[in-house]
């Protein structure tokens, strides 16, 4: 997972992390922020094989989705944020 916080007010990203214990923490300015789980993307080719360039589409469906929050900093202030990421393969 990625976390990601991006300035409300013009969309920008500012800040991102891939904590490797579910943990993050970044210094920010005071203002609105939305910040992200985002889940990697799918894997590459596996070492070894080809991946065919043209033919049938092959569909990856991911399943981790994160969560995202709109979370107001405060000048001097921590800001406590969790993020939850779901299994959405799992029935």
């Given at each position: 997972m990625t976390v990601s916080v991006n300035r409300v007010?013009?969309?920008?990203?500012?800040?991102?992390?891939?904590?490797?214990?579910?943990?993050?923490?970044?210094?920010?300015?005071r203002g609105l922020y939305?910040?992200?789980?985002?889940?990697?993307?799918?894997?590459?080719?596996?070492?070894?094989?080809?991946?065919?360039?043209e033919g049938p589409a092959v569909v990856v469906?991911?399943?981790?989705?994160?969560?995202?929050?709109?979370v107001r900093v405060k000048r001097h202030r921590f800001t406590r944020v969790e993020l939850y990421v779901r299994n959405v393969c799992i029935a």
């Open positions: 007010s013009d969309g920008a990203l500012v800040a991102s992390s891939t904590p490797t214990d579910g943990r993050f923490r970044f210094r920010l300015k939305d910040v992200s789980a985002i889940s990697p993307g799918p894997p590459p080719c596996p070492p070894g094989y080809v991946c065919p360039a469906m991911l399943c981790e989705v994160g969560e995202t929050q709109r």
